[in-house]
T-cell receptor, first 115, second 114 residues
Framework: QQQVKQSPQSLIVQKGGISIINCAYENTAFDYFPWYQQFPGKGPALLIAIRPDVSEKKEGRFTISFNKSAKQFSLHIMDSQPGDSATYFC??????????????FGKGTKLSVKP | DAGVIQSPRHEVTEMGQEVTLRCKLISGHNSLFWYRQTMMRGLELLIYFNNNVPIDDSGMPEDRFSAKMPNASFSTLKIQPSEPRDSAVYFCASSFGSSGGTQYFGPGTRLTVL
């Protein structure tokens, strides 16, 4: 119940294309769903996040789509650029018990955007 | 503002040696998280502190691992004795608040145990 399942493991997209990464969760107590971006040799950094009271959030070329009934959420990167090449992690956090601050991370998706 | 600071950035040691990783939180943050990242297991939470108190240490692999917060802005993660399977990148992250807030990650310490 604590898992967040992320797919695909790796993704190759042409410059200008749309990158889509999907995540699924089981625990309905999760109430915060961030996406983190990690470049080689760096720590993960928050990219965009959503709470379950909305179905979509957009920031520039990055959009989170959230389906509460299906317990799924996805990251869409429009007009993908070579500079977007990185590893992307979805995560979920619940506001319950002793784990109020914990993020549960997916396994990550390595995105390569070809010029 | 300085971000989360970790030291050392790289550590190479031999099996059986003690390893201490250090982390300085962002000023004003009161939650501290230690993570371990490997290709096989991804990003794993080891332990989480709030206001210097360990809240969840269920991810600490075994008794060889220990973490402390001697003060509100500093934490150490110690491995004694170290083993080759401990080789990984160790991140600390800090945030403000006990139930939310963005986690800001440090640059990580790459640990290699020979």
């Amino acid at each position: 119940q604590q898992q967040v399942k992320q797919s695909p493991q790796s993704l190759i997209v042409q410059k200008g294309g749309i990158s889509i990464i999907n995540c699924a969760y089981e625990n309905t107590a999760f109430d915060y769903f961030p996406w983190y971006q990690q470049f080689p040799g760096k720590g993960p950094a928050l990219l965009i996040a959503i709470r379950p009271d909305v179905s979509e959030k957009k920031e520039g070329r990055f959009t989170i789509s959230f389906n509460k009934s299906a317990k799924q959420f996805s990251l869409h990167i429009m007009d993908s650029q070579p500079g977007d090449s990185a590893t992307y992690f979805c995560a979920a956090k619940g506001n319950y018990g002793g784990s109020q601050g914990n993020l549960i991370f997916g396994k990550g998706t390595k995105l390569s955007v070809k010029p | 503002d300085a971000g989360v600071i970790q030291s050392p950035r790289h550590e190479v040691t031999e099996m059986g040696q003690e390893v201490t990783l250090r982390c300085k939180l962002i000023s004003g943050h009161n939650s501290l998280f230690w993570y371990r990242q490997t290709m096989m297991r991804g990003l794993e939470l080891l332990i989480y502190f709030n206001n210097n108190v360990p809240i969840d240490d269920s991810g600490m692999p075994e008794d060889r691992f220990s973490a402390k917060m001697p003060n509100a802005s500093f934490s150490t993660l110690k491995i004694q004795p170290s083993e080759p399977r401990d080789s990984a990148v160790y991140f600390c992250a800090s945030s403000f608040g006990s139930s939310g807030g963005t986690q800001y990650f440090g640059p990580g310490t790459r640990l290699t145990v020979l």
